[in-house]
T-cell receptor
């Protein structure tokens, strides 16, 4: 009963390095999204997808890329990490009906 | 654009006290959904409740209850007889109908329940 799985859980990068946060769900959900959580600001939407091959920008998309080649996977790419991207990242999935969103356990990223 | 305000940054209560967490939202849409999530110290996000804009009926689930008032754009959350395990950050969130599930979150309320 995996649900939404994020890897890695912790990562330290140097400024300018690139990396990919992986997200996979096994519930056949159409909708997937990435949020970042910063102190005092709640969670903010980075990118989302309503199905394979379809992605769109959320509130804070700059510096991040996404793709959705399969229903199950929705990776988040940082092409050139910046200290401002130090945050906790959450992946979520859900159905198109406005029910519960299922969140992964989070990935803590530190950019030095 | 939507906005969710949780004015209480931190609340501290003693075990067995009742506590209410406030949530005020802004949207011009008439169809929307409101949520509460709990984030315990372990960091995961736990879904508590969803309420749609056409259903103003209050809800009770065990020690938890929710009061939705469209007239004041509020969706407040009350924990009765609080317990130490209730200590967490609580988030209120809003999404619009047909919005592909894009949640707008409040900044959260840190609840600490002291023994």
């Amino acid at each position: 009963n995996a649900g939404v799985t994020q890897t890695p859980k912790f990562q330290v990068l140097k400024t300018g390095q690139s990396m990919t946060l992986q997200c996979a769900q096994d519930m056949n959900h159409e909708y997937m999204s990435w949020y970042r959580q910063d102190p005092g600001m709640g969670l903010r939407l980075i990118h989302y997808s309503v199905g394979a091959g379809i992605t769109d920008q959320g509130e804070v998309p700059n510096g991040y890329n996404v793709s959705r080649s399969t229903t199950e996977d929705f990776p988040l790419r940082l092409l050139s990490a910046a200290p401002s991207q130090t945050s906790v990242y959450f992946c979520a999935s859900g159905t198109r009906r406005a029910g519960e969103l299922f969140f992964g356990e989070g990935s803590r990223l530190t950019v030095l | 654009a939507q906005k969710v305000t949780q004015a209480q940054t931190e609340i501290s209560v003693v075990e067995k006290e009742d506590v209410t967490l406030d949530c005020v939202y802004e949207t011009r849409d008439t169809t929307y959904y409101l949520f509460w999530y709990k984030q315990p110290p372990s960091g995961e996000l736990v879904f508590l409740i969803r309420r749609n804009s056409f259903d103003e009926q209050n809800e009770i689930s065990g020690r938890y209850s929710w009061n939705f008032q469209k007239s004041t754009s509020s969706f407040n959350f009350t924990i009765t007889a609080s317990q130490v395990v209730d200590s967490a950050v609580y988030f209120c969130a809003l999404t619009l109908s047909g919005s592909a599930r894009q949640l707008t979150f409040g900044s959260g309320t840190q609840l600490t329940v002291l023994p």
